[in-house]
């Protein structure tokens, strides 16, 4: 990673003609620079109830895998995360396995012998106390979370609205836009988390978490099946984001993604591995909830506040390229490229 | 892959009461069942000297793994694609090697020798006769383009004027919404391939293809330097569109692509494979333009015509997807979602 030299740049000025100063200046920060620049204020701790830890089957080489997933927070999608913890408390995911991987759209996991067009045997009995879902739970009632917190909602809408203007670099001629999106009449970030919103009559009505790269959702059935849990996939290619209000999103991996998206992809229908494929279904040995973990165990993570100043300036950032590389900035950025900054720390 | 029904249900109808006329109506079509259903005229035939295709060394089964690139034609890249043709001639790609995989970012593959952080021998000599080109070249100007072809043009902006509103389904009660991009003024289709364009004064300036998923780009250093094709790689993630303008792009893959987006992610900065991981390297055996290779091995490819009207219905079916899996259409798509369909035929 480049290094950022502003403080001995500043001095060398001093010395220096114009022309000289000019070539000297330091050059635009990478978003990745902005950062790792960042004040420790900035960084919001995850969790350990918000985070599971899903160990699988060590690789060819013998190499331990494991995968880390950020649940979500309300007031998204709560009833389905309820069952996952559920889920991984019972057990009930430990022995599953990998059994789609679809390119350029998912990885899923879950019970080989559910609802799999190449089951082999019986599918496990489900854990009592499973909730369910209605399809009104894709999406959040803004109404019902302003009426909840409607003092800190209304400094949050009107500093989102401030950020939400990406503005094009000053010394491009290009128009000025904003972040703008084809699926949705607004997209923001809420503690953390990509979020879209929907209008209607001039005022927002839904907001809802949206189908990124390495977000997490519930596989499910025809509607009004909207899934329990017990089958879960992850996006390992561009933004699915007509999935977006028709599955619920869950959470997100954090670490170890690579294990998930480099998996070898099925060939039946659906990316499903196929009966001959069978040995290609990786092992889940087993997921935690990270809570539940002896102490010295439990992994720490850390994401950038999306309310901060630093990850405003980190998105402006990504929607105007100006470090060395680039030699025109976009002006503008997919809400699924401004990805939020996770960092593991020390417990 | 659901079967359409029109023919059966439309007789059955005439039999029936009306709940049940309305419960036997035919499922909306998926996109993938309007292609299927695409006359045989809607598709156009890629030229031979179009395709590339490179051979990997066999994977860890001893299974043999083919990977096939179609070259971008006029009026992108075109000197970017001159030069790719001539390394391909001069056998110059054999033996190189795929060096970086960086997760949700891009496979590329070149001299594994060539400025890279983890290189241990000497770069391989380039062949004669490679072009240079200029940072405009990343764009295609349109004015010099209408010129070339002023009534097609006009016809085809026309027509693309209608393609556009991908309105959102009759039922919906969200507003209507346009394809829009965060990273254009304008996002279509050309001649097969996706585009972007930016205005300025009301009159559009400058065309450039996307980097959507798939798509290969030219790898290069910090500007001035463009890239030779020596070093090319493909998207793996979700679309890198700030690279738009930034790079060459040159093709796409249209066979093959999970041979690139599953191989080990490096561990070196930027996805390098490090020294220590040199054996991941995947070997390239040859790169062939079809057209030199045997008439009997040359692959033989299609698109649908992105100028037809079943691609204005594939479009705008993504757009507002009513088959039964979804219930709430998202009433606007990604360009990067609307994947131009291509199949291998018989030659």
Not at 39 to 46: C, G, L
Not at 79 to 90: D, E, M, P, S, T
Not at 118 to 134: D, Q, R, Y
Not at 202 to 218: D, E, L
Request: proline fraction near 9%; charged fraction near 20%.
């Amino acid at each position: 990673m480049r290094t950022l030299l502003l403080a001995a740049s500043a001095v060398l000025a001093l010395s220096l003609p114009l022309a000289a100063q000019e070539a000297a200046k330091p050059a635009a920060p990478a978003p990745s620079e902005i950062v790792a620049a960042a004040p420790k204020a900035d960084w919001v701790a995850i969790p350990a109830e918000d985070l599971l830890v899903m160990t699988l089957a060590p690789d060819a080489d013998g190499k331990p895998r494991q995968v880390v997933i950020q649940l979500m927070p309300a007031p998204f999608s709560q009833g389905w995360v309820h069952n996952i913890r559920l889920f991984a408390r019972a057990k009930w995911y430990d022995g599953i396995s990998v059994n789609r991987v679809q390119d350029n759209y998912v990885t899923q996991w879950g019970d080989p012998n559910y609802d799999n067009p190449e089951a082999t045997g019986k599918p496990k009995p489900l854990p009592e106390g499973l909730k369910v879902m209605g399809e009104d739970e894709y999406t959040a009632s803004l109404a019902e979370w302003q009426n909840r917190n409607a003092e800190r909602d209304r400094a949050r809408q009107d500093k989102e609205a401030a950020d939400l203007v990406l503005r094009p670099a000053e010394t491009e001629p290009y128009p000025a836009w904003q972040s703008i999106d084809a699926y949705a009449n607004n997209v923001n970030f809420y503690d953390g988390w990509p979020v879209a919103t929907v209008w209607r009559n001039s005022f927002p009505q839904a907001w809802w978490p949206t189908h990124c790269y390495g977000m997490v959702g519930v596989g499910r059935n025809y509607s009004p099946d909207t899934g329990s849990g017990a089958e879960l996939y992850t996006v390992i290619g561009h933004a699915p984001r007509h999935l977006d209000r028709n599955i619920a999103l869950v959470g997100r991996v954090i670490e170890g993604m690579q294990h998930l998206s480099s998996l070898p992809r099925g060939s039946g229908d659906l990316g499903f591995y196929t009966a001959e494929e069978s040995a290609k279904r990786t092992p889940i040995m087993s997921v935690r909830v990270a809570n539940d973990l002896p102490m010295n165990e439990q992994p720490a993570f850390e994401y950038l506040s999306t309310e901060s100043e630093t990850f405003a300036t980190y998105a402006e950032a990504i929607a105007n390229r100006r470090d060395p590389f680039f030699i025109t900035p976009a002006g503008g950025a997919d809400i699924c490229n401004i990805r939020v900054p996770v960092r593991r720390v020390a417990r």
